[in-house]
């Protein structure tokens, strides 16, 4: 056998395996550090804080947990949160997360090392990344080989589909949910590879973990069944598919029964009813089996068929008519959004007014996945070439993710570790071929050695023909197995295709290397500079190219937490409620735990009606200070004023007659701010808030909001039911002088502050007190009718 | 005996006004018999049904049907107005005639278009009654808007218009006949052919390339153009959208089919060159392939850059 460049030969097998798997240890060694170290830039850049909003929560449950203890975590009642209602955290929240973090806290301080419990949760999620990269070596290891198990290691420990969610300091659910969600993948094939009732079990465990820790978990509840039942539509019903279903669905399903937010959904929700099916058709195919190696009659086999065929449809009748009456729940909002995309705007605008519950557009796909984006289509195909009972399970995964992805930003993370998994297949298919160093025989060979064939067939037919008489029959028999004879020759000759030459090996090496590197690249660039900002701490760069920190928010909420009454109620929209909670630590309105839409649309109102109309609603909520969001100044787009049309229309859900969004435009249609701005807008709160005294700031000049690029008027809006409490003191002259003003605005104007003021003490309306102080003179209004003329 | 006089002036004065909006209610519920529910306006009949004191509500569809001034819009719409007007004439008698469909073309009162100051069309305005038991508590009875964010299709607009009127409107989607009965011949048709095309369907490679359609497609970012309406291309012939998330029909197209040629030329290299016995043919293989990889790897990376300005890497191109 020619080789393309020689290989030693005198080594033992013993030694290749041994060194082989020291390799691997190695690189796997090394894939851990990778991903871990390529998601400290967050760290670097800015420092070890808790980034964006939900994580927020999570860190503040987190600090209780490890405080108090496990029992005072799951009996916590939250009086802060969704003032006046108070939220109970214990029943309401995936507490995998932190509980993981609670065990890690503990064990750490076992062993006396005395970590705070923030580093402890800014740095779970890089932790558990390296976790995913050894999940995913195994599942891709059931999937081919060791080498693409390396491969899609490596691909998911850098690849910025996976790290966008994964950052140090992004401390959310799906830190740990990909490493579970991989992990029970894996147990679930090796269970069904290996007919194991222990690997179901594992796979059952780890369910439940993630069960505990994500939503998301939904995703294996179905994935798991639409892979038992395309093997059965494929006729590939066999034990180790009963064993390894039968004991992950039952274990599986009992222990996510336990964790009380989900409680008896897994036999209500129509979400699990797919796997109850499942379940159910393969006891009914398993006993069918059962009964008829038992049996040889065929009418009783015809009845039995009947039997299995009836009692099948009895039950899927059931869950019809169970649905119908109720006691199952139809899909959920969240998962219906999911077929019918114009759903959720319809009828969910809160879900629908997540950035991250937008469509993706292929950009995006391609900022996250690049190189892998068509490799992931090859590794399909590959799958199907081989089509084992595990590659359905990647072809499925494949489709179904892709579209999953496609309608929302946020499912990329679902994503991602299929199309590590799928690519690392292709590519190490790639690899094998052009690296292993056996080379076929040359064609001139072949043809000489073909022709040996041919002719001593030939011979050895024309021997024994020649004993024969010569017929016709016998010339035709000759010819036809000179054919054979080739065609043998060329089956013999199958299995030796391969690669010739050097040059073609390094050309297709050298190309993947190259593009291997260039991924690199990629990833570290994408990483560094689109998925490491905490967003709770912006940056931007001075004209020397030094980074500039604009620190607004933590400033704003630390003045709230040093200046105003722990019981000051702080009312802003949903999105800043676990930031306020968080680093404040003072009671709001709304929360982004979502949960209550009225509560949530009744802020919604406040924001978006007049000083008048909203006053009433603070006072009755108690509200002490009202926090808005404003960029204008700075350039800062995802400020209030730029999710103020949510607000409206959430509000609009609920108030129809009162907000009605198109008052928010101009005649137009356009979406203005400027002096041309509709009057629903001028005079909504949000509005005033933000530009109150904003035309100020630029002395004369023209006021430009940077965010939409309009010129602000000169005349900015005025504030009468808002502005620092004023207690009249002995002098009112002094009063005079005092303005009205906002309670705190940050450095760059990101946060404003304002206060509510209390009832007049007078008994008048604020609007003419504020007048009054002032110094205008109460106009004179028509005096009110008092008697009308009776008809 | 004066106080009686004046008494008997000011009460006459409201009568008269009812009579005249009794006998202005009377011609609108002839109109809307007359148009079988929906009332054909011209400037006056307009005045007549949005009278201050009314105590009838209405909502009016502002159109332009005309040829002449080319509204598309105008036209998509007006059939679901149409829809949800005629089972108005459904609704229970009592409530019948206490709420009015309307339709106003810009060609018979363009004066009434520029009394209201309105640029574009179509669109629909809700008068609430302004007198009766049916006034709006808060006094506004300045008339409000539909929303077409809901969409034109006539089940939302029904469903958006019923908080204005008495009660719901009556309006039931039409049975779709043609679908259902594609869906039964589709049904039929697969039935009757299943034993011929059952070797299709359980061919592997039928579901391979179903799949890989898939794939392509989603990661493409078609569902982005089905949910946000995106059009194939922009009107001057530019076919990439500006912007890092955005993108035209014709990027689904341009982008799955650069996918799907850097995979097969994958595929190829990983399955069809090693096949191959001639040594110099190979030879030429591999290095076209891998060139052509290459190439339209950068030619990928190269539209990237357009849509992300910032994207600091590139290829041959």
Redesign the interface.
């Given at each position: 056998m020619p080789a393309a460049y020689p290989i030693p030969s005198d080594l033992s097998p013993a030694t290749v395996t041994n060194t082989a798997s020291l390799i691997r240890i190695v690189a796997l060694g090394l894939i851990s550090g990778a991903a871990i170290a390529s998601r400290l830039f967050a760290v670097i850049n800015f420092e070890s804080i808790i980034h964006e909003f939900d994580p927020w929560f999570n860190y503040r449950a987190t600090r209780v947990l490890a405080a108090k203890g496990f029992y005072e975590f799951w009996n916590w009642f939250d009086p802060t949160a969704w003032y006046p209602l108070g939220r109970v955290v214990g029943g309401t929240i995936y507490p995998g997360l932190m509980a993981t973090s609670g065990v890690i806290y503990n064990a750490l301080h076992a062993l006396n090392l005395p970590v705070d419990i923030r580093n402890v949760c800014v740095l779970l999620a890089p932790g558990f990344s390296a976790l995913t990269a050894w999940a995913t070596y195994m599942f891709t290891k059931e999937m081919k080989d060791e080498s693409a198990g390396l491969l899609a290691a490596a691909f998911i420990g850098i690849v910025p589909g996976y790290i966008s969610r994964s950052v140090a300091g992004s401390y959310d659910n799906e830190a740990i949910a990909i490493f579970l969600l991989m992990f029970t993948f894996y147990c679930w094939i090796k269970a069904l590879k290996q007919g194991s009732a222990f690997f179901g079990t594992v796979a059952a465990i780890f369910y439940f973990y993630m069960v505990a820790a994500w939503g998301g978990y939904a995703f294996i509840t179905n994935m798991i069944p639409l892979h038992a039942l395309a093997l059965i539509l494929m006729g590939r019903f066999s034990s180790r598919l009963y064993v390894g279903y039968s004991s992950w669905y039952a274990i599986g399903t009992l222990a996510s029964m336990q964790v009380p937010f989900v409680g008896f959904q897994p036999v209500k929700t129509s979400e699990h009813m797919g796997a109850l099916g499942v379940f159910g058709l393969l006891q009914i195919i398993a006993f069918a089996q059962l009964v008829r190696s038992h049996l040889s009659s065929k009418q009783f086999q015809n009845l039995l068929l009947v039997a299995v065929i009836s009692s099948g449809i009895l039950g899927s009748l059931a869950i019809v008519g169970l649905t119908y009456k109720g006691w199952i729940a139809p899909w959920t909002g969240r998962f219906y959004s999911l077929w019918d995309?114009?759903y959720a705007?319809?009828y969910i605008p809160i879900i629908a007014s997540v950035s991250e519950h937008?469509?993706?557009?292929?950009?995006?796909?391609?900022?996250d996945l690049q190189l892998l984006?068509?490799?992931?289509?090859?590794g399909?195909?590959?799958c199907?070439?081989q089509?084992r009972d595990e590659h359905v399970f990647v072809?499925i995964y494949?489709?179904v993710a892709?579209?999953f992805?496609?309608?929302m930003v946020r499912l990329m993370l679902t994503l991602t570790p299929v199309v590590c998994v799928s690519a690392a297949v292709?590519l190490s298919?790639?690899l094998d071929?052009?690296i292993d160093p056996t080379e076929?025989p040359?064609?001139e060979d072949?043809q000489v050695l073909e022709k040996d064939a041919a002719s001593s067939e030939a011979g050895s037919v024309a021997s024994t023909a020649s004993a024969a008489p010569t017929t016709k029959k016998g010339k035709k028999a000759q010819t036809n197995s000179g054919a054979d004879a080739s065609a043998s020759s060329k089956k013999a000759?199958k299995p030796q295709?391969?690669?010739?030459?050097l040059?073609?090996r390094l050309?297709?090496i050298m190309?993947a290397f190259g593009?291997l590197s260039?991924f690199v690249?990629?990833c570290t660039?994408v990483t560094s500079?689109a998925y490491s900002s905490p967003s709770v701490v912006l940056a931007s760069n001075n004209p020397d190219g030094s980074q500039h920190i604009i620190d607004d928010f933590r400033e704003a909420y630390y003045w709230l937490r040093q200046n105003t009454p722990e019981t000051a109620v702080v009312m802003s929209w949903w999105d800043y409620g676990y930031q306020i909670a968080g680093m404040a630590d003072r009671p709001t309105l709304v929360d982004n735990n979502t949960w209550n839409n009225t509560h949530i649309a009744t802020v919604g109102k406040a924001m978006s009606s007049s000083e008048e109309v909203a006053y009433p609603i603070l006072r009755k909520h108690d509200v002490d200070y009202v926090l808005v969001i404003f960029g204008g100044l700075l350039g800062y787009s995802g400020d209030d004023i730029n999710k103020f049309l949510w607000m409206v229309r959430i509000a609009q859900g609920v108030w129809?007659?009162?907000i009605?969004?198109?008052d928010y435009f101009t005649?137009?249609?356009e979406y203005r701010v400027d002096d041309q701005a509709s009057k629903a807008m001028r005079n909504s709160l949000m509005y005033k808030m933000s530009y109150y005294r904003f035309a100020e700031l630029f002395g004369g000049g023209q006021a430009t909001d940077r965010v939409r690029n309009q010129a602000m008027p000169k005349q900015g809006p005025t504030l009468d039911y808002l502005g620092t409490n004023i207690w009249l003191p002995p002098i009112p002259l002094t009063v005079l002088t005092i303005p009205a003003d906002e309670a705190f605005t940050s450095e760059n104007w990101i946060v404003r502050i304002y206060e509510v003021k209390k009832e007049d003490l007078l008994g008048r309306d604020l609007k003419t007190a504020n007048a009054f102080g002032q110094g205008k003179k109460r106009k004179r209004s028509k005096p009110a009718v008092r008697r009308r003329?009776i008809? | 005996m004066r106080l009686p006089t004046v008494l008997g002036a000011l009460l006459a004065i409201p009568l008269t006004l009812a009579q005249s909006a009794e006998s202005i209610h009377q011609k609108l519920v002839d109109l809307a018999a007359a148009g079988n529910g929906l009332i054909s306006l011209d400037g006056d009949s307009f005045d007549l049904l949005i009278s201050p004191k009314r105590t009838w509500s209405a909502t009016i569809q502002f159109t332009a049907l005309d040829a002449r001034r080319r509204c598309t819009p105008c036209k998509e719409f007006d059939p679901s107005w149409v829809a949800v007007a005629k089972s108005w004439a459904n609704a229970p008698r009592e409530h019948k005639d206490n709420h009015f469909f309307a339709t106003l073309d810009f060609d018979n009162a363009q004066t009434t278009f520029q009394k209201l100051g309105l640029t574009s069309a179509p669109v629909v305005f809700v008068y609430p009654p302004t007198q009766g038991p049916r006034a709006p508590a808060n006094g506004r009875t300045a008339p409000s808007k539909y929303d077409f964010s809901h969409g034109f299709e006539p089940e939302p607009l029904a469903t958006a218009l019923s908080n204005h009127t008495p009660v719901t409107i009556p309006y039931k989607a039409p049975f779709n006949w043609s679908r259902w009965g594609s869906f039964a011949m589709g049904g039929l048709a697969f039935a009757l052919t299943l034993r011929f095309i059952a070797p299709i369907l359980q061919s592997r490679w039928t579901w391979a390339a179903g799949t890989m359609a898939t794939i392509l497609t989603m990661v493409s970012g078609f569902m982005f153009t089905r949910i946000r309406n995106s059009p194939y291309t922009a009107g001057n012939g530019q076919w990439i959208a500006a912007g890092y998330q955005n993108q035209y029909g014709q990027e689904v197209q341009v982008i799955a089919s650069l996918y799907g040629i850097l995979a097969s030329t994958i595929l190829v290299l990983i399955v069809i060159v090693p096949k191959q016995t001639s040594e110099a043919r190979q030879r030429l293989q591999v290095y076209a392939f891998t060139f052509a990889t290459l190439a339209i790897y950068s030619i990928l990376i190269s539209i990237f850059r357009v849509k992300n300005k910032g994207y600091p890497f590139k290829l041959m191109f």
């Open positions: 995309t114009g705007k319809k937008q469509p993706t557009a292929w950009p995006s796909f391609f900022m984006m068509f490799l992931f289509p090859a399909v195909v590959l199907f070439m089509l072809i494949a489709a892709s579209y992805a496609g309608v292709a298919t790639l071929t052009y076929p040359s064609s072949e000759s295709k391969g690669v010739f030459g040059d073609t050309t297709v190309n593009m260039f690249l990629h660039w500079n129809p007659e009162e009605q969004e198109p005649p137009q249609g003329p008809v | -």
